[in-house]
């Protein structure tokens, strides 16, 4: 049997289509909201996240389930931050079986030791140009594994680094006309020690690195005299900690509250801070309105 010429082209078509077709989209899954932010901002469309701990949630006292588990055995990159942040992860990898890469985001910052506590403070993100060494070893991950996506990822990559430095320099140069003794910032834990570092600022916090930490009642004390001695007028809370601690500091001190910062989640998508940039964005505003 003969068939029409147009049948014929009708056929090579349908079986050539599919060959040619988009390749679907790289799994990855990211730790927290805004490292799984950061890899969409480089990814685009190139890429599926999924976020182990969502908006307003607390990575530190993350708890991982079933779900957790099968995203991990099924993806192509499991991203983390890194510097201790993520202690589960290894076991949930472990759990999983997967065959996925993994991205250390913070592969190559420089860690900030804690003192007196003997931990790396793992908040590394909280200074821009860390933010900018994300952005590279994420679009160095996401390249590797989609090399036919690396010139739209590379560009993507070099905007958002743009952004992030163009505003570090922005907040260096902000902090940098205030005077010393009003650049003191009272948060509920230990989550911006490299914000403080990298815009000369001093922390003030009741809790160590982890929100799941419990400062001492000498601890307190001896907090609650620093701040009246050192004349600390304005104090903030967080997003995912509980603010009864940081009330009751300003209560027995007079500081006034400040405001609401982000330190470890994003916000929800209607909030101040539903990305990293403007999570960023936000407490830069909020700190310096309050000193």
Not at 18 to 41: E, R
Not at 100 to 111: D, E, I, T
Not at 176 to 200: I, W
Not at 247 to 253: E, G, H, I, R
Request: with cysteine; glycine share 8%; charged share 20%.
């Amino acid at each position: 049997m003969r068939f029409p010429l147009s049948l014929c082209l009708l056929a090579i078509v349908l079986v050539t289509t599919p060959a040619g077709a988009s390749p679907q989209p790289l799994k990855v899954v990211a730790s927290f909201s805004l490292l799984g932010d950061m890899i969409q901002q480089v990814g685009g469309e190139a890429v599926t996240v999924n976020t182990l701990v969502g908006p307003d949630q607390d990575a530190h006292t993350f708890d991982p389930t079933p779900d957790a588990v099968k995203l991990i055995a099924n993806a192509d990159i499991i991203a983390i931050s890194g510097l201790g942040f993520e202690p589960w992860m290894n076991k949930l990898i472990k759990a999983s079986g997967t065959k996925a890469k993994l991205l250390v985001a913070s592969a190559g910052a420089s860690p900030r030791h804690m003192e007196g506590e003997g931990d790396i403070d793992p908040h590394a993100w909280q200074d821009l140009r860390n933010g900018a060494l994300y952005v590279r070893n994420i679009y160095g991950a996401l390249s590797a594994a989609r090399p036919d996506d690396a010139a739209t990822m590379k560009e993507r990559a070099r905007v958002y680094r743009d952004e992030l430095l163009a505003l570090d320099q922005e907040t260096r140069n902000a902090f940098a006309v205030l005077a010393p003794e009003r650049r003191k910032l009272l948060t509920s834990h230990d989550a911006f020690g490299y914000f403080a570092k990298a815009y000369g600022l001093q922390i003030l916090a009741p809790m160590g690195i982890s929100t799941d930490a419990q400062p001492s009642a000498s601890t307190l004390a001896a907090l609650t005299d620093q701040i009246k001695s050192e004349g600390v007028k304005t104090f903030y809370i967080e997003n995912m900690t509980d603010p009864r601690l940081t009330q009751q500091l300003a209560k027995d001190t007079g500081a006034r509250m400040g405001g609401t910062l982000y330190a470890d989640a994003l916000s929800a998508p209607d909030g101040d801070a539903p990305t990293y940039l403007a999570m960023m964005k936000s407490n830069i505003k909020k700190i310096l309105e309050g000193m």
